[in-house]
């Protein structure tokens, strides 16, 4: 499956950062959330923002036709 990109490369950066901030207390170091539930829902939500950044596409933005990529174009001149 081929997925369209639609997320920009700030949008990547930072989903990579709250992914591994998320899939460390979520899956590593559990001590900070008392419930493991919650930490398990937690670390899921890291893993599918780091998916999405790995992938360049997140699919809630594609059901939603947001987009935070913008496709640099070469500029027609005339001459």
Known sequence: MI???????????VRVIIGL???YFGFIDTS?????M???LIG???VVNLFAAI?????????TGISTYKECKELDHES
């Open 32 to 36: 900070y959330l008392p419930q493991t």
């Open 55 to 63: 992938t360049m596409h997140c699919p809630l933005y594609g059901l």
């Open 44 to 46: 899921v939500l890291g």
């Open 3 to 13: 997925f369209k990109r639609n997320l920009h490369n700030l949008d990547r950066l």
């Open 38 to 40: 919650v930490a398990t």
């Open 21 to 23: 901030i998320c899939v």
